[in-house]
């Protein structure tokens, strides 16, 4: 079975702070992707990176980062530098890895709230 | 104009009714997903279907079904809708002749509330 733990529900933090939303997961396949999602208030789901079991490489875009640790099941977003825009609900999530799986697994979500 | 559309995208009805969710796409994917959204609970998934001749149940099927009327749509609907079932419902469409078959797009939502 597979399951994703986002522990933090909220986090508010003060514009221009990092933030760092945690993720955690659990697969007994070797193979697997980890995903991000923004959802913000509108409620659309917005796709922010994907992520292979075998590519452990740190990845940055912008403000945004992302550190991935097998040793760990972890792979926690950064926020570089907070804006008021990046409120949103953010949910991790996991895809089995085999080719008919393609079932995501998303966890509880992680509602980030940057005030002025 | 969206890839992925839902109708309606809010909807108020009462316990015991027939509710019919549609989803369109115009992706050319052959993988198409329903999902739920709950507070504090994320998203969960109740359907999918990966061609036109192909249903699967997910985490959460009891109480719904779903109708893979051609490639592009995808329609879910709730038999006798109970209060419990209020939620956001997504839609979302994948490729699996490409190599990111597994990314997902997702629809605009459908707030679903039953009284």
């Known amino acids: 079975a597979q399951k994703v733990t986002q522990a933090q529900t909220e986090i508010s933090v003060v514009e221009k702070e990092d933030v760092t939303l945690d993720c955690v997961y659990e697969?007994?396949?070797?193979?697997?992707?980890l995903f991000w999602y923004k959802q913000p208030p509108s409620g659309e789901l917005v796709f922010l990176i994907r992520?292979?079991?075998?590519?452990?490489q740190n990845e940055i875009s912008g403000r945004y980062s992302w550190n991935f640790q097998k040793s760990t099941s972890s792979f926690n977003f950064t926020i570089t530098a907070s804006q008021v825009v990046d409120s949103a609900v953010y949910f991790c999530a996991l895809m089995g890895g085999s080719g008919t799986a393609s079932k995501l697994t998303f966890g509880t979500g992680t509602r980030l709230q940057v005030t002025l | 104009d969206a890839d992925v559309t839902q109708t309606p995208r809010n909807r108020i009805t009462k316990t015991g009714k027939r509710i019919m969710l549609e989803c369109s796409q115009t992706?050319?994917?052959?993988?198409m997903y329903w999902y739920r959204q709950d507070p504090g609970l994320g998203l969960r998934l109740i359907y999918y279907?990966?061609?036109?001749?192909?249903?699967n149940k997910g985490e959460i099927s009891d109480g719904y079904s779903v109708s893979r009327q051609a490639q592009a749509k995808f329609s879910l609907s709730l038999e006798s809708a109970i209060p419990n079932q209020t939620a956001l419902y997504f839609c979302?469409?994948?490729?699996?002749?490409?190599?990111?078959?597994?990314?997902?797009?997702f629809g605009p939502g459908t707030r679903l509330t039953v009284l």
């Open positions: 979302a469409t994948s490729d699996s002749g490409t190599a990111s078959y597994n990314e997902q797009f």
């Open positions: 992520r292979n079991s075998f590519d452990e």
């Open positions: 992706k050319g994917h052959d993988r």
């Open positions: 279907s990966f061609d036109v001749k192909d249903i």
């Open positions: 697969t007994r396949d070797t193979t697997y992707y």
